[in-house]
T-cell receptor, first 110, second 114 residues
Framework: GQNIDQPTEMTATEGAIVQINCTYQ??????LFWYQQHAGEAPTFLSY????GLEEKGRFSSFLSRSKGYSYLLLKELQMKDSASYLC???????????FGTGTRLLVSP | DTAVSQTPKYLVTQMGNDKSIKCEQN?????MYWYKQDSKKFLKIMFS???????INETVPNRFSPKSPDKAHLNLHINSLELGDSAVYFC?????????????FGPGTRLLVL
């Protein structure tokens, strides 16, 4: 089965950099997703990593280490609109069942 | 154009009632899902269908019955609603359901059982 762990809550200030960590245990690895979910809205796709290393996409980057079962989402130049929950998820083997972590609620203050 | 749509957006009902939530996707995807997000914001898979065929049933009580009339629609019927069913229910879809595909979520249905 899959098991995912991420911090419950983080705070940061506008303009800063924040790193949200995710550790996972999975019986078979099919990549790792990060989703963003604003309060009262649907989760939206941010990134998908299947190979080790850092993938950059504008202000957001995602890192994966398969040997350590570890990923992080790096948010640079934080803006107020980045206040949201960030969900780490791993798909199961075979037909895709996305198993989500409990999410990290990020609060960006002025 | 809305990619994944759900109705209703809000649903308030009494314990013991039966209710349905509808989901439609216009992305041409083969696979659709139902997730439940509880008050602690934990998002958990309930069901998935691939081309109208049930693929995943995550030990959900049989009061919950999904129905997929065609691959663009996946509805969720809930019998004898209980207080613990109060949650946000998200529908999602992905192209084929295999491998590392992105899932696209609907706006959610906020169910409150009184």
């Amino acid at each position: 089965g899959q098991n995912i762990d991420q911090p419950t809550e983080m705070t940061a200030t506008e303009g800063a950099i924040v790193q949200i960590n995710c550790t996972y245990q999975t019986s078979g690895f099919n990549g790792l997703f990060w989703y963003q979910q604003h309060a009262g809205e649907a989760p939206t796709f941010l990134s998908y990593n299947v190979l080790d290393g850092l993938e950059e996409k504008g202000r957001f980057s995602s890192f994966l280490s398969r040997s350590k079962g570890y990923s992080y989402l790096l948010l640079k130049e934080l803006q107020m609109k980045d206040s949201a929950s960030y969900l780490c998820a791993v798909p199961s083997e075979g037909f895709q069942k996305l198993v989500f972590g409990t999410g990290t609620r990020l609060l960006v203050s002025p | 154009d809305t990619a994944v749509s759900q109705t209703p957006k809000y649903l308030v009902t009494q314990m013991g009632n039966d209710k349905s939530i509808k989901c439609e996707q216009n992305l041409g995807h083969d696979t659709m899902y139902w997730y439940k997000q509880d008050s602690k914001k934990f998002l958990k898979i309930m069901f998935s269908y691939n081309n109208k065929e049930l693929i995943i049933n995550e030990t959900v009580p049989n009061r919950f019955s999904p129905k997929s009339p065609d691959k663009a629609h996946l509805n969720l019927h809930i019998n004898s609603l209980e207080l613990g069913d109060s949650a946000v229910y998200f529908c999602a879809s992905s192209p084929s359901g295999i491998g590392g595909e992105t899932q696209y979520f609907g706006p959610g249905t906020r169910l409150l059982v009184l």
